[in-house]
């Protein structure tokens, strides 16, 4: 079980244009899900947490009018990144909670090309 | 501060043992994960401790000392497929993952 899914698994838009990638945890309820960019050989970065039905809370330094985050329900998040420049090029991934202890079940996450 | 230290890179031979070190300092502490991560692809959870002492599972162990702070991961009969960046991540008191920036395993026949 703890299997989440994202969508797309890669996608590649042009500057200015929005796009939105959906998080979705399949088998369980996430009482918690994250929201991680990774540039190549670096580390992940966390950019934001959520809880289904409040507000994101973002870290510091993201944007939170650039990267939109939504969390509709226990079952899906999304985040969209708004008016995108080719800097916003990245691995994107969500991760998801169940609670205690709190392991981070990772979706296979999504590859962003900003041209 | 909140920090992780890991080796860069380390190589080992297929069939060999590897143990990967990792030390931490967190504002507080609720266990710490191991996860392994292939190139291109999301992290895969591999083991999880929050009191002191190895843990086992199959190939892979995991060792924490929270006095010490310090935890290992061991992987023995190494295989090819093994090569891969492992990520030490404590969680800290308001139960986030810090993430440093792992280990590559690179693993030769």
């Known amino acids: 079980g703890a299997v989440v899914s994202q969508h797309p698994s890669w996608v590649i838009c042009k500057s200015g244009t929005s796009v939105k990638i959906e998080c979705r945890s399949l088998d369980f309820q996430a009482t918690t899900m994250f929201w991680y960019r990774q540039f190549p050989k670096q580390s992940l970065m966390l950019m934001a947490t959520s809880n289904e039905g409040s507000k994101a809370t973002y870290e510091q330094g993201v944007e939170k009018d650039k990267f939109l985050i939504n969390h509709a329900s226990l079952t899906l998040s999304t985040l969209t990144v708004t008016s995108a420049h080719p800097e916003d090029s990245s691995f994107y991934i969500c991760s998801a909670s169940k609670g205690e202890p709190y392991e981070q079940y990772f979706g296979p996450g999504t590859r962003l090309t900003v041209t | 501060g909140q920090n992780i230290d890991q080796p860069t890179e380390m190589t080992a031979t297929e069939g060999a043992i590897v143990q990967i070190n990792c030390t931490y300092q967190t504002s507080g502490f609720n266990g710490l994960f191991w996860y392994q991560q292939h190139a291109g692809e999301a992290p895969t959870f591999l083991s999880y401790?929050?009191l002191d002492g190895l843990e086992e599972k199959g190939r892979f162990s995991s060792f924490l000392s929270r006095s010490k702070g310090y935890s290992y991961l061991l992987l023995k009969e190494l295989q090819m497929k093994d090569s891969a960046s492992y990520l030490c991540?404590?969680?800290?008191?308001?139960?986030?993952?810090?993430w440093g920036a792992g280990t590559k395993l690179i693993i030769k026949p």
């Open positions: 991540a404590p969680m800290d008191s308001n139960y986030q993952l810090i």
């Open positions: 401790n929050v």
